[in-house]
């Protein structure tokens, strides 16, 4: 693989390798960025899995993790910067990976970093007439700056939202091709509406019933904890996980744990691997189950979304008898668990399995067979192999349209790799297609466990760690497996005993942006089906 990227990277005059790190590292300069980009993907490297912005003090700069969907090999990092502060620009690649889109319009939001040709540069979490850049380290957080306007934002009319590119000099400029035309029928769905799963608010261009555009509007509930990660040290970090992806909380946590582990090289016990990836599983299952709940109710089925919470509330009850927590759980720390399983753990966990299994029969009974629930799931919705690839999404929804793209298969973490579960892949990408996955999904997740119980190691619960955890100067990057697909965790360290900078991988953003190409050319009726089919979690998305 090393040779590959060499002779992709051959004919790039200011491109440098660096191999010795934890994946191979090509900086480059913004003039021939693009020429490696191109290279990249013409080699298989077509899944952009992160873009992080940076500030460096002396420049600001961006670092992308590329992979490839064809061999799934590991991650190569690419890396541009620019010392132009007051006017930095830097090439998209949007038009090269389409999930770039959405991640440049993050950085130039938080970094004032703007993109030449990206097709709309509008902020994406904060408002349009907003001072500053809030992740650069001199931002002046002066609240007279940027007043509470007295008109909100989202009342203007929909002709007055321009689209913004950025020319060749770096300018902010109109785009040719207005967000929504004038004679467009446009409504608003959200930000408060339980169909949206979330202080989500879509504006939606319709002709006739017939969807023409769905724009996602973020930052409702954006809480900036990457940013208040800098003041964080790594155990005060953990609870902020758990607080993204509210479903995925103990996966979150896990992914950071495990990140500041690799750094500091420490050997987790085998136990608290073990429990660990058991809470992982029961983590999923619980999430998969609300789901499957929300997706009925949004149907009108009442009946079905309280079978699904009744059982989440097994699960509930387990993580509180060893955890002491229900839905944010806090049991994961740096270097294993907080303390050791409950002795009734091991009985808790054989009991749901086998009541598990029989409930998913009377799931599919239920709802899956219904005539009025196939006639609205079937046949809407579609999302091809190459566009999950091109715009991210991970995750059930990425398998259901015939991607294998599991981290736990790919990069195994705590042990993933010793243990026997198929990793379940759909292949036609409707909506009827990701709600089936996700209760596949459930019975993987039950062989894992079954396996694991069974045979719990003996041993400690908890390496010893520091009293304080300071991490080694470098980047550490690590993946896991959550509820709703590739979850990331990117740490910044310069030897402090807080983080130089913090970057999380939403896999629920890459899910939103799915909407519109999913619902174009459906009716509006079948919009709240896809969404709830893509399972988004808007904090995941907002962090």
Known sequence: ????????????????????????????????????????????????????????????????????????????????????????????VSDIWESANLYEREVYDFFGIRFINHPDMRRLFLRQDWNGFPFRKDYDSNPELNPVPLVNQSTEAMEDVPTLTVNKDGELVNSSTPLFGKQEYVINIGPQHPATHGVLHLRVSLDGEIINKVDPNFGYIHRGIEKMCETKTYPQILQLTERLDYLSGTMNRHAFCLCVEKALGLEVPARAQAVRVIFDELTRIASHLLGWGCTCMDMGSITAFIYGMRDREKIMDIFEETGGGRLMVGYNVIGGVANDVSPKFVDQVKEFIPYMRK??????????????????????????????????????????????????????????????????IRTEGGTLDRYLIRLDEIEQSLRIIEQLINNLPEGDYKAKTPAIIKLPAGEYYQRVENARGDFGVYINSTGDKNPYRVKFRSPCMTLISALDPLCRNEKIADLIMIGASLDYVIPCADR
């Open 1 to 92: 693989e090393m040779k590959k990227i060499k002779d992709i990277i051959s004919s790039v005059k200011s491109a440098l390798l660096v191999e010795d790190g934890q994946y191979p590292t090509i900086t480059v300069t913004p003039e021939e960025l693009r020429k490696v980009a191109e290279n990249l993907l013409k080699n298989g490297y077509d899944f952009l899995v992160n873009l992080t912005g940076m500030d460096y003090k002396d420049s600001l700069g961006v670092i992308y993790h590329i992979s490839s969907s064809i061999d799934r090999t590991s991650l190569v990092v690419v890396k541009t910067s620019t010392e132009n502060r007051e006017n930095p620009v830097i090439p998209t």
């Open 359 to 424: 409930m998913i029969k009377e799931y599919h009974t239920l709802f899956t067979y219904n005539p009025i629930a196939r006639g609205r799931m079937e046949n809407i919705g579609f999302l091809t192999k190459e566009q999950a690839i091109a715009l991210g999404t991970t995750g059930p929804v990425g398998r259901a349209s015939g991607w294998a793209c599991d981290v736990r298969k790919i990069e195994p973490y705590a042990g993933y790799d010793k243990l026997d579960f198929e990793e379940v």
